[in-house]
């Protein structure tokens, strides 16, 4: 059955980094095209990123744009998302999600920006 495990998540100060890993199993991972999603506290889940099936082409939330990267490995079926330049409103549970017939989510991985 399909699975996504994130991982990477912590407590990061405004400015820091940190980088997301999404491990993907049960699918053809190399197939699909996949995405990144958040939820704060009290709001709504929210697209981030999303990235093809070769990683050659990607796109973006428009309040992370020139912040965050997704890329691939489909040899390790991996997904990850660099997170640079981060700020508080940043704070909050960050999911991968594939849709293969149905939508897929992992668990998350908690993401906590503050000073």
């Known amino acids: 059955q399909v699975q996504l495990v994130e991982s990477g998540g912590g407590l990061v100060q405004p400015g820091g980094s940190l980088r997301l890993s999404c491990a993907a199993s049960?699918?053809?991972?190399s197939r699909w095209p996949m995405r990144w999603f958040r939820q704060a506290p009290g709001k709504e889940r929210e697209?981030?990123?999303?990235?093809?099936?070769?990683?050659?082409?990607?796109d973006y939330a428009a309040s992370v744009k020139g912040r965050f990267t997704i890329s691939r490995d489909n040899a390790e079926n991996t997904m990850y998302l660099q997170m640079n330049s981060l700020k508080p409103e940043n704070t909050a549970v960050y999911y991968c999600?594939?849709?293969?017939?149905?939508?897929?989510w992992g668990q998350g991985t908690q993401v906590t920006v503050s000073s």
């Open positions: 999600n594939v849709h293969v017939e149905r939508s897929y």
């Open positions: 049960g699918f053809d991972f």
């Open positions: 697209f981030v990123a999303t990235i093809t099936t070769t990683g050659s082409s990607t």
